[in-house]
């Protein structure tokens, strides 16, 4: 009867990160596959109990260089088909032998363990089988920044300014040197990023970062999951908190004991 429990729609962006050094995950159909076969909706639903949005995109609707998009739609059918014309097709038809099989990386950490094991459910359905390895959250921290995975989820927590995506998707900016550890090398995103930076117009920024979320929307190098609400559990005694979106602590400056 003490405690509060607030909760608002967060910044930070859960997404599936893909290594397209890995052979199939360097065709853009199997990225788009493993897009149409993942339900975030259902995993938002039984793994984070609804406190979650669907993402459509890299940023979310309240952010100033938000751009509005049409996320891939959970389609199993048209997921098998895009794996059939990338030559992965069904071992013997419909039946339990799977296409190929990839390694998902996550941490021992019970929801994490738990959204790996859902996510594997729903890639079988298409045929690909996952290979779920969990590590103590060290070992997997060091393995995805030097780009050792095949599959894993990630977050990035509360995205300011979009210059980031300099750093998570320039070509240059792979590991050790940045963010970019699946290793998404593209033209039109080097030129996108170095612009981005390049320019304070606000409107021309607006433009320039809109036009990379639509390159990311179309290549696929991360798969969009959800944006996380945030959950807040204080006394009742505290005033004037406001949670804020990026789950960081500034509000408590402005706050007081009654």
Not at 163 to 181: C, E, L
Request: glycine share 8%; proline share 8%.
């Amino acid at each position: 009867p003490d405690l509060v429990v607030r909760q608002r729609p967060g910044s930070s962006f859960d997404y599936l990160a893909m290594n397209l050094r890995v052979g199939r995950l360097a065709d853009r159909r199997v990225r788009e596959a493993i897009a149409l076969a993942v339900d975030p909706e259902a995993l938002i639903r039984f793994i984070l109990g609804g406190a979650a949005r669907p993402a459509t995109g890299l940023l979310p609707p309240e952010h100033w260089a938000f751009a509005r998009l049409r996320p891939p739609r959970h389609d199993r059918r048209r997921a098998r088909r895009l794996l059939d014309r990338a030559g992965y097709r069904d071992p013997d038809g419909p039946g339990p032998l799977p296409r190929f099989r990839l390694l998902y990386k996550t941490s021992t950490q019970p929801g994490r363990r738990r959204l790996a094991e859902a996510i594997q459910a729903q890639l079988a359905e298409v045929g690909i089988a996952l290979d779920v390895r969990t590590l103590e959250w060290g070992t997997l921290y060091a393995d995805v920044r030097a780009g050792n995975f095949e599959l894993c989820a990630l977050a990035w927590v509360g995205i300011g300014d979009p210059d980031f995506f300099y750093a998570a998707f320039h070509s240059t900016m792979t590991p050790p040197d940045g963010y970019n550890r699946g290793y998404y090398r593209s033209r039109v995103m080097d030129r996108l990023t170095r612009a981005g930076r390049s320019t304070a117009d606000p409107a021309l920024r607006r433009r320039l970062y809109a036009r990379v979320q639509r390159r990311a929307a179309h290549d696929l190098p991360v798969v969009p999951l959800w944006w996380e609400d945030r959950l807040v559990v204080h006394a009742r005694r505290l005033e004037g908190f406001e949670p804020t979106a990026s789950g960081d602590l500034r509000g408590l400056a402005a706050a007081w004991m009654r």
